[in-house]
């Protein structure tokens, strides 16, 4: 059976840091502006990406419990085309993070349509009041389109495993923490850095590198 490396998942979301930044920059700004001027900014922040993570996790487990029980009697074949989907939206994620390509942002339109519906509710937890009340809006900013986002949700599609599903997700969530916490204090060292030509190059053949080795080992294999 076809597996994909929970470790390339992480990675897409640590060397994904570029792509987040332009992504969920906005959104990281926005929140931090609604916050209580008093308030202590990391425990917000922490909780805010706790929801997004969870969120993540949530989306795993149901997409890899769905496919486990609508593939039930053509498993293999099914985990196999998702699988093969996965490492190309991968390639894809590389290619865009590289600056080569912007074909994966067509993909990422398919999700506007049910962002559109799930952001006002989002919307209404603004301004936030409580730690709790910012891991619901957190959950909900998982939705979010965005095409490291739909690799992830492909991957736990393939693993037909509500478990592995969410471990998947969850692996891809931690992986984005980082990036997106130092985005949330302001960190411009960080954002210079992740928009430089060479760093953005380096993290998209790395992750052209986790969707192509895997497709050209199973066609020699």
Not at 154 to 178: D, I, Q, Y
Request: hydrophobic share 55%.
């Amino acid at each position: 059976m076809l597996e994909l490396n929970y470790l390339a998942l992480f990675l897409a979301g640590l060397l994904g840091g570029g792509h987040c930044a332009g992504m969920c920059g906005g959104i990281v700004t926005a929140f931090s502006l609604q916050l209580p001027p008093k308030a202590q900014r990391w425990p917000w922040h922490v909780c805010f990406n706790l929801g997004r993570i969870l969120g993540y996790g949530l989306i795993g487990v149901l997409l890899g419990g769905m496919a486990g029980w609508i593939a039930s009697g053509a498993l293999d074949v099914v985990q196999q085309a998702l699988w093969m989907a996965t490492h190309l939206l991968l390639i894809g994620m590389g290619l865009q993070i590289a600056g080569w390509s912007v074909w994966v942002r067509h993909i990422e339109k398919l999700g506007v349509p049910l962002w559109h519906k799930i952001q006002p509710l989002l919307a209404r937890l603004l301004p936030v009041r409580s730690l709790g009340q910012c891991i619901i809006a957190g959950a909900l900013w998982g939705w979010l389109p965005c095409g490291l986002v739909y690799t992830a949700s492909l991957a736990a599609l393939s693993s037909a495993s509500p478990v592995k599903g969410g471990a998947l997700m969850l692996l891809f969530g931690l992986g984005t923490l980082p990036n997106l916490l130092l985005i949330a204090v302001g960190n411009e060292l960080l954002r210079d850095f992740m928009r430089h030509a060479r760093v953005r190059r380096t993290f998209g053949l790395i992750l052209i590198g986790f969707g192509v080795y895997p497709l050209v080992h199973m066609a020699i294999a």
